[in-house]
């Protein structure tokens, strides 16, 4: 998004701000650009007018205009008009100064109704979203599933039903998941923990890549997913979405829906929101996956009103989720498991359908509380302020003997309650540089059930952020730096448990980031972002004590690790022309203190036989990678579809300090992987309204067929590993959308959708599967889901 | 705008407390752990009556395990009861009662390198399928070598081989000399 460019009319402002403030302030600014839709190029002097006030402006040759003094809640009529195009109206309600593009069409009069924008510009950093279409068939599964089409992504599964993001390679501790501008607290340590997050929240989803610790914090060391919701209604009125979906496979259902209501007369606004969802025994093609069930209930509520020049947004979420583990993937010790690795069907496998999910299974509880009030000094700057409570409750049952006193217990339990303060100060631009300041100050308490692997621990932490990015239309140049620091402090405890700790560990660093962005032409952009970055040793990787179950391995902490550093260097080029998008992504991310678990050769023995160790060490790491995305028209709607993503990753040393000559691959790295198809988008054949099912404007109504292929990851660590990779696999899935326009004045929308997932029955396993080991995927998957919104 | 920024305080300060008051440590989870393995052991001549332990009660890792050799005279017939203890907990937590109750739920399996020993059932789960919890014993000639001792849980009594079927709750071996 290019900012308008900057120019008050001096001697009308003056004369605005003479006025003394009434109760109502008529000091916001509507900035834009007027831009040809369909070829970006700037229209020069259009005529910007806001319809019967006598208000207006016109654009400068660069199509930037300003026009200050608008008052807050008045609904707006702007009309853009330029000799060569239709004009553009959009109606609009102020509540913030506001930057709005307007892309002047041939043919649409669009009505969008505007609302308060973030002062903060987007990273100049490689970043990827997906909204709409792509979310809307994918918010029924779960994040990871959102998620994976994107380039760059890929996802780390424990099972068809647990699934973590990984960012070009790094996942868990090393990204940070912000949902609803709260950055999410939970056990992201456990590779077979979950984000607990409800895609159905998110309007959109974006995935930075790379050090944003700058911008999300020490978690965000190797990049960030940021979950945005839907904005607040602004008309009076009652609005929503009721949403419906079921799939084959797991004979799963999915009902969500919200409702939006801004109170008459006043600037209160509410939301209210809730998901449900149930699955059974998955499918694979051979055979069903016992106690594979899951069960979801979320709600959440969101509320935003203002007062004077204070705008308050209350949110509350609670996400609780019951998971069931394939009793397959459930050993006693090796022999158990080399017995599940030899075995072509899984062992110890109910081969029937139910929804019932017993022991082993995962019960999961995240609540949020959010209160961020934010105060618009003046025209140029605001001060905002968050805080946000959350806690954790995750409790894990084993499979265990009903008549021991364990019989309704759990085997492991983890609660963690965070209490995060953000304060920040944010300026628009100011000659040329926006961007703002900030502290916060974040207290953990972590419990830990008796017996689990990790010691009790509180944390206290404090931050200082600065961030800004120049940018001035038309200089093709954009710049942006930021610079960090953050102070860890962790007092591991643990007392009745057998793994005995007490320890006080503290972290502080400076962590930065710089970027450039350069407009090479008008469809041309390139992005170049060096950040450094840094992430305190978790306690797990510190203290852990135990067998790690399903992975076979007895793992040690070492409590002397130092924080891990990357240094992520990216750049991006992102070529944008109609409906022509070429994006491709090179990074090379060097991690000093890379912390990782390394085997010993010697095993440890224990009550149910010997178990190989691995500790945990740390050593400096590289990992380097391409990620691509091509989305090009061919002829009659069809575009082709492209994306690949690869990434390499080794250990440069190890912490003995000898050097060695030869790559030692890391472990658990993504495989290559390409997705390829043809999407039809039938807009125009559907256009002829006698038809009667018209696609409503602005959707969109399109087939998709999407072919995956995942290649044979070779480069895996020599030791450790007790089965082969996976063979290379190609999956063909269709997808197809249309919304339908409903009632008298067409302002409803009926969106449907159809999916087909794995369309051949195609027996695979993934690599980046945990229970690769034990059983195929899931085999063909049918979804159809509608969505009403009204 | 004041008014707000105490508001705000207050109400921090409110969840500050909430939460510090929420916490405060109960077991409300409950390990199942098997730190010991007691072998029991009487001749039905009267002759001989001893425990072997193989013990870790300090959990996985850590410290070694402590682990007794089994002595036997040569050419006897010798009764086997096992139990096993949860030795982490005080009081110690007897599993061998659980895995009585549950007998059709769970499988001992032997197996003896070595030794001149023979291991033979002496006891039927609920179903009159095997258990394997008692034995009895058949000592050789003199010699040495060692005994793997499994506790299977959840096994599939009806399969071919039902020794390996299940899970492992419990395997440990004992060094064995028979004189």
């Not at chain 2, 008051?21 to 001549?45: P, R, S, Y």
């Not at chain 2, 599993?95 to 039927?124: K, M, P, Q, R």
């Amino acid at each position: 998004m290019t900012a308008g460019k900057v120019r008050l009319l001096g001697a009308c402002w003056l004369a605005c701000t003479a006025i003394s403030l009434s109760a109502q302030d008529c000091h916001l600014a509507l900035r834009g650009r007027a831009v040809d839709a369909d070829t970006r190029e700037p229209l020069a002097f259009a005529t910007v007018t806001v319809v019967g006030t006598g208000r207006g402006a016109v654009a400068d040759a660069n199509g930037a205009f300003v026009i200050p003094d608008l008052c807050e809640g008045t609904t707006y009529t702007v009309t853009v008009s330029h000799v060569e195009c239709e004009h553009e109206t959009k109606i609009i309600q102020l509540t913030e100064n506001t930057e709005l593009n307007f892309f002047l069409h041939h043919h649409l009069l669009d009505e969008v109704l505007v609302i308060e924008k973030a002062v903060a510009p987007t990273p100049a950093q490689s970043a990827v979203s997906t909204t709409g279409s792509a979310l809307a068939a994918a918010q029924g599964v779960n994040l990871g599933e959102a998620l994976k089409r994107l380039p760059g992504v890929s996802i780390l599964n424990t099972g068809a039903t647990i699934a973590k993001p990984v960012i070009q390679g790094l996942h868990s501790n090393r990204i940070a998941i912000v949902a609803n501008n709260v950055a999410l607290e939970g056990q992201q340590w456990g590779a077979e923990h979950a984000p607990e997050i409800d895609p159905f929240t998110a309007q959109r989803i974006t995935v930075v890549k790379g050090a944003a610790g700058v911008r999300y914090g020490v978690g965000a060391m190797a990049g960030a997913i940021v979950l945005e919701p839907a904005p607040l209604r602004e008309p009076d009125g009652i609005g929503g979405w009721i949403s419906l979906a079921g799939y084959s496979n797991g004979r799963a259902g999915v009902a969500a829906g919200a409702m939006d209501w801004k109170v008459p007369g006043t600037t209160l606004a509410i939301r209210v929101q809730g998901t449900a969802k149930r699955s059974g025994n998955l499918h694979a093609p051979d055979y069903f996956l016992g106690n594979t069930g899951a069960a979801e209930l979320n709600f959440s509520a969101l509320a935003g009103w203002k007062t004077g020049r204070w705008t308050h947004e209350v949110a509350a979420t609670r996400f609780s989720q019951r998971i069931g583990i394939l009793r397959a993937a459930h050993i006693g010790n090796l022999t158990d498991l080399q017995q599940a690795i030899d075995s072509p069907v899984p062992l110890n496998n109910k081969d029937t359908f139910s929804y019932n999910i017993d022991r082993p299974y995962q019960q999961v509880q995240h609540h949020l509380a959010r209160y961020r009030a934010s105060f618009r000094i003046s025209e140029k700057w605001k001060f905002s302020s968050q805080y946000a409570f959350q806690f954790n409750n995750r409790q894990e049952y084993d499979v265990v003997r009903q008549s021991g006193s364990a019989a309704d217990k759990p085997q492991l339990s983890f609660r963690l309650w965070t209490n995060a303060l953000d304060l920040a100060l944010e300026h628009f631009p100011i000659r040329h540089w926006e961007g703002g300041i900030g502290v916060q100050g974040i207290q953990q308490l972590n419990d830990v059930g008796k017996g689990g692997l990790i010691p009790d621990y509180t944390t206290l932490g404090g931050s200082v952020w600065l961030l800004e990015r120049w940018r001035r239309f038309p200089h093709p140049w954009e710049y942006e730096v930021g610079l960090r620091y953050d102070y860890r402090q962790t007092n591991a405890t643990t007392s009745g448990s057998l793994n005995t700790v007490d320890t006080l560990v503290h972290f502080g660093s400076l962590s930065g980031t710089a970027g450039i962005i350069y407009h090479i032409h008008k469809n041309l952009t390139a992005t170049l972002n060096t950040g450094y970055a840094w992430r305190p040793p978790h306690v797990n990787e510190l203290f852990a004590r135990g067998v790690h179950h399903g992975a076979g391995t007895y793992e040690e902490g070492r409590p002397d690790l130092l924080p891990e550093k990357a240094w992520n260097s990216n750049l991006t080029l992102q070529y944008q022309r109609n409906h022509t998008n070429l994006t491709l992504t090179a990074y090379r991310n060097q991690i000093n203190d890379f912390i990782y678990l390394d085997p010993q050769r010697a095993f440890v023995l224990t009550s149910r036989g010997a178990f190989p160790a691995y500790f945990y060490a740390q050593a400096d790491a590289v990992l380097h990678g391409l990620d691509a995305g091509a989305s090009v028209p061919v002829a009659w709607g069809i575009a082709a579809e492209g994306r690949a993503s690869i990434v390499r990753g080794y250990r440069l040393a190890r912490d003995s300090g000898e050097t060695t000559t030869h790559r030692d691959w890391l472990p658990l790295l993504p495989t290559d992987r390409l997705q390829y198809g043809l999407k039809w988008t039938l807009n125009r054949v559907l256009r002829a309204p006698d038809r009667g099912w018209e696609t409503a404007d602005g959707q969109e109504t399109f087939v998709r067929l999407l072919a995956t292929t995942a290649l044979h990851q070779t480069r895996i660590p020599e030791s450790g590993l007790l089965k082969d990779a996976p063979a290379a696999f190609t999956l063909w899935s269709l997808e197809a959308g249309h919304t339908f326009a409903l009632g008298k004045d067409k302002k409803q929308l009926l969106d449907v959708g159809l999916t087909i997932q794995n369309i051949g029955n195609t027996r695979y396993r993934e690599y980046l599967n945990f229970f690769r080991f034990f059983t195929d995927e899931p085999g063909t998957n049918l979804g159809v889901r509608a969505k009403w919104i009204f | 705008m004041q008014t707000n920024t105490v508001k705000f305080g207050v109400l921090a300060a409110l969840l500050l407390a909430f939460t510090f008051g929420a916490c405060k440590k109960d077991d409300d989870t409950e390990q199942e752990l098997i730190t010991t393995v007691v072998v029991h052991l009487t001749a039905t001549d009267g002759s001989f009556d001893q425990e072997y332990t193989w013990d870790d009660r300090d959990g996985d890792g850590g410290n070694a395990p402590t682990i007794e050799e089994i002595a036997l005279p040569a050419n006897k017939t010798i009764n086997c009861h096992v139990h096993f203890y949860d030795r982490s907990k005080t009081p110690e937590e007897d599993i061998t009662e659980e895995v009585e109750a549950e007998s059709a739920e769970h499988l001992l399996v032997y197996a003896v390198t070595g030794a001149n020993l023979t291991i033979a059932a002496a006891d039927t789960d609920s179903n009159g399928k095997a258990f394997r919890l008692k034995t009895t014993w058949t000592t050789g000639a003199a010699s040495t070598g060692s005994l793997k001792v499994s506790l299977r849980h959840e096994p599939n009594k009806d399969a071919a081989n039902p020794d390996v079927t299940g899970e492992v709750d419990a395997e440990v071996d004992f060094p064995v000399k028979i004189q």
